[in-house]
């Protein structure tokens, strides 16, 4: 599995490159505005742009990832606790004398 990830990371590495490559003279605006932000560059390059886009895009993949992680790692915890109290109520009732489970 790690191969065919490497590969497909490689493909679009190059893919990646090509384009940077072919679009290096374009120049785009910028104007970002938000609430009490307010950015604008002109002429800026596209490579750069996308670039930065891209690299805001994971980071932010990655935080959603990491609260995924935290999340499912809490659920199997809890899970765990869960299973180990139901294993030790399981093991007392086997204990039990026949005439202690008649009484129940």
């Known amino acids: 599995m790690w191969a065919v990830r490497m590969f497909l990371m490689i493909v679009f590495l190059i893919f990646a490159i090509a384009f940077f490559i072919a679009n290096a003279n374009q120049r785009v605006d910028i104007a970002f505005d938000l609430m009490f932000i307010h950015y604008r560059h002109l002429d800026a390059p596209l490579w750069g742009v996308l670039l930065v886009a891209f690299g805001a895009g994971m980071i932010a993949s990655f935080l959603l990832a990491v609260t995924y992680f935290f999340r499912i790692s809490s659920e ?21 004398q026949i005439d202690q489970i008649d009484s129940i």
């Open 76 to 96: 199997s915890a809890a899970n765990r606790r869960l299973v180990k109290r139901l294993e030790a109520e399981i093991t007392s009732l086997r204990n039990r």
